[in-house]
């Protein structure tokens, strides 16, 4: 079997998709003339305006250049309305904040993450309720913060009365509750694809803050911290300067922003690379050698393949490793990736899995 041309779009990340077409338009919109910095100008009081009728309540949304100073900036801003500085942060050990982002909640913060074992990427109410055996004892930082990831770093799903019941027992322990949304547009669109679906496991369920994310579903580096609560934001404005992450040009930002909430537009990009995931993992699932234990929930898949055809498929169409230890790869689709990409993939996978071909 012949290997084909690789694929126009490799399948390593979201991150590696460009910025859509109608995100352009607005960035080139917004540089026509001269307006006030700092986010005193009105695209940027636009880009509040349908935060706020998105989440359907009077939210506060602190636009941020990427992900990690947006966790950075959500976590700070509720660490500091906790009294004292005594206070961790409680996450999984898959957490984006806790394996992929250099130590930054640590180091600039100077708090501590509290890693806690997950199954799938997940935490349970279980486990914050026995942090309660720390509570009070002064030779333990105290835990102030739970952070969850919405869709997990390992591609699975919290439901809304999942989230809902780890908000409680936060809530109960006299704790915050952060998500981290780096894919949120990919896990509201597979729970249901509409804003009432991102409002059930958000702001209805109890959520503070939100890191929403929009880099990995066509912006050009714009992410957004969104606080669902009046006293979750207290001194946000202030924070986000703190941790470098006030843009003097924001209207570039929330132009972004406002290009994609405009008629839904990020629901409908993130759909798209779900599905792509959905049949990628449907081409695939059958080659001999290739071992899929499930169906994508977003828009990540994660084969084990055999271990001498993953440099040459990697050398072909590039992706990352993702459990060395048992032959794990981590295929990602994107907004823009197409039904030819995926098909001329699978071909691929199957010439180099099962017939040994080579680039």
């Avoid at 699975?156 to 989230?163: K, N, R, S």
């Avoid at 060395?324 to 199957?350: C, K, L, N, Y």
């Amino acid at each position: 079997m012949s290997l084909p041309a690789a694929p126009r779009r490799a399948f390593a990340s979201d991150n590696a998709a460009g910025a859509h077409p109608a995100v352009l338009d607005a960035i080139a919109t917004a540089n026509v003339g001269h307006m006030l910095a700092y986010g005193d100008d009105e695209i940027t009081r636009e880009c509040s305006a349908r935060f706020r009728d998105l989440f359907g309540a009077d939210v506060t949304t602190r636009l941020t250049f990427n992900g990690t100073g947006a966790n950075v900036l959500a976590l700070a801003t509720l660490l500091g309305s906790l009294p004292g500085p005594h206070h961790g942060v409680v996450c999984t050990d898959w957490a984006h904040i806790a394996v992929d982002e250099t130590g930054a909640p640590e180091r600039v913060l100077g708090t501590k993450l509290i890693d806690l074992p997950s199954v799938g990427g997940k935490l349970a109410p279980e486990q914050l309720a026995e942090l309660a055996a720390i509570q009070g004892v002064q030779h333990h930082v105290q835990p102030g913060v739970v952070s969850i990831t919405q869709a997990t770093e390992l591609g699975t799903l919290y439901t809304p009365d999942e989230i809902a019941a780890l908000a409680d027992q936060a809530h109960a322990l006299g704790m915050l509750v952060h998500l981290d949304g780096a894919r949120i547009a990919n896990a509201t669109a597979a729970l249901g694809g509409t804003r009432e679906t991102l409002r059930s496991f958000t702001i209805d369920a109890g959520v503070d803050a939100v890191s929403f994310g929009g880099t990995k579903n066509g912006l050009l580096g714009a992410e957004a911290v969104v606080f669902l609560t009046p006293a979750a934001s207290v001194g946000s404005k202030y924070v986000r300067k703190q941790v470098t992450q006030l843009s003097s040009k924001m209207r570039y930002l929330a132009a972004q922003f406002n290009a994609v909430l405009e008629n839904d537009l990020w629901i409908d990009l993130a759909a798209h690379a779900n599905a792509m995931a959905t049949e990628l993992h449907r081409l695939t699932v059958d080659i001999p050698g290739v071992e899929l234990d499930r169906e994508p929930a977003v828009n990540s898949v994660f084969p084990r393949l055999p271990p001498d055809a993953i440099a040459p498929l990697r050398d072909w169409c590039f992706f990352w490793d993702w459990d060395t230890t048992r032959h794990e790869v981590r295929w990602m689709t994107s907004w823009d990736t197409t039904i030819e990409d995926v098909t001329t993939f699978a071909t691929g996978v199957e010439a180099i899995v099962v017939h040994r071909a080579r680039p």
